[in-house]
């Protein structure tokens, strides 16, 4: 069964302090790993999708990464808009998500 | 830039009745995807339909549950006889999952 988990649950950043969240994944046949911004009340809004290990994608203060085991969401100069449930989603035909990590960014 | 769209924002619902979820997918997207997330809990994955057939469902996907596309553009979650569990927010995703929708909050009492 494919597992994903996230880490940490919950982050709290002092704005402008860079950090990472992380996604450790069990798969048979990656065919895409997927990050998401949600807002609490509202739908996962899609931020990078990324198929192969090494790969990097890079939107705005956002930087994630994959290796054959795990993706890193980098997330750089942090601001209070930032704040929000990150998650991570692996595609093998469906999509099987982490249980996210809630961000804070304080100013 | 496209949208999903789903209605209604909040459902109130009484045990055992029957509630019908409504999506509009992006129009040329082929695989429509219904998921929901309990309180606090994870995304979970539902169903998912291409060419008017279900194309692969989960374990929570009973017959207490059905998708249709009654037309050429919406896309919808019919729940039978609802339970107390069922309340969650449903998504409709569009193409993969790169487009979900705002959600229903279906809450049964």
């Known amino acids: 069964e494919d597992q994903v988990t996230q880490s940490p649950e919950a982050l709290r950043l002092q704005e402008g302090e860079s950090s990472s969240l992380n996604c450790s994944y069990t798969?048979?046949?990656?065919?895409?790993l997927f990050w998401y911004r949600q807002d609490p009340g509202k739908g996962p809004e899609f931020l990078f999708t990324l198929y192969s290990a090494g790969e990097e994608k890079e939107k705005e203060r956002l930087k994630a990464t994959l290796t054959k085991k795990e993706s890193f969401l980098h997330i750089t100069a942090p601001k209070p808009e930032d704040s929000a449930t990150y998650l991570c989603?692996?595609?093998?035909?469906?999509?099987?998500f982490g249980q996210g990590t809630i961000l804070t960014v304080h100013p | 830039e496209p949208e999903v769209t789903q209605t209604p924002s909040h459902q109130v619902t009484q045990m055992g009745q029957e509630v019908i979820l409504r999506c509009v997918p992006i129009?040329?997207?082929?695989?429509f995807y219904w998921y929901r997330q309990i309180l606090g809990q994870k995304v979970e994955f539902l169903v998912s339909?291409?060419?008017?057939?279900?194309?692969?469902k989960s374990e929570i996907f009973d017959d207490q549950f059905s998708v249709e596309r009654p037309d050429g553009s919406n896309f919808t979650l019919k729940i039978r006889s609802t339970k107390l569990e069922d309340s969650a927010m449903y998504f409709c995703?569009?193409?993969?999952?790169?487009?979900f929708g705002s959600g229903t909050r279906l809450t049964v009492v």
């Open positions: 339909f291409y060419n008017n057939e279900i194309s692969e």
């Open positions: 798969v048979s046949g990656l065919r895409g």
């Open positions: 989603a692996v595609r093998e035909g469906k999509l099987t």
């Open positions: 129009s040329n997207h082929l695989y």
């Open positions: 995703a569009s193409s993969v999952g790169y487009t």
